[in-house]
């Protein structure tokens, strides 16, 4: 460059022909023995065989175990008490708390689960540290083990607290029958307020057990018609004596082939 004559650029534009690029060969691990390996195969191939292992036992698991069958969904039983799966107990526990029911359904709903998973999302964007060792990270080993210990916890209460005699009665299986409406029998169920508790096809809810199939005589049914049994109370029948026979005999008919 000389001064008053500018300045001039010269560019290479030259490029490798396809005969002299080098081929694209996996790195070369060897040096680093027990620090990294190649994803394929070698760590594919573990991932692969730790899943095998869970699901195989998972299929053990729930042929051992198969999950217990309920009745069928009954929309007008607003009695049952619904209970979700495993995994979303502790949120169905965190509903229980005044603090996230109610008036605030929306915190224990909405806020809270938001804000936890939220911050799980996040993570490998607020910590990004080269460190993997969890006793030289406290922040994000402390949040995770916070975390694990209110999801146990809250768990353990939601099935410790649940009242699982009440469920298995609520969703027990029970025989049908072909109820003739028309039936004397049917017209007193009705008229006594009976249908409130044991439902229209007398299935059961509300705390009331099926009436279909009892094995009880005329005799029974009138018996604790009049005086009441469990949770049923003395004195809720007030119809006169050939009501009661009516219904009694209805009652103890169903369910008999």
Known sequence: MHRGKGMKFVGD??????????????????EYPGKTEAFWPNFLLKEWMVGAVFLVGFLCLTVAHPAPLERIADPTDTSYIPLPDWYFLFLYQLLKYSFASGPYTIVGAMIIPGLAFGGLLLAPFLDRGPERRARKRPLATGFMLLALAAIVFLT????STHDWAAAERQGKI??????NKADPGYEVFKAQGCINCHGENLQGGAGAPSLI???LSADEVSKIAKDGKGKMPA???KGNDQQLKQLSDFISGLGKK
């Not at 534009?13 to 060897?30: C, I, Q």
């Not at 353990?156 to 099935?159: E, K, R, T």
């Not at 029970?174 to 109820?179: E, L, S, T, Y």
């Open 174 to 179: 029970v025989p049908k029958a072909d109820i």
């Open 13 to 30: 534009s030259r490029v490798l022909a396809p005969e002299s690029r080098k081929p694209m060969l996996p790195k070369d691990y060897s």
């Open 235 to 237: 004195g809720i029948f």
């Open 213 to 215: 199939g009892t094995g």
């Open 156 to 159: 353990w209460q939601s099935v």
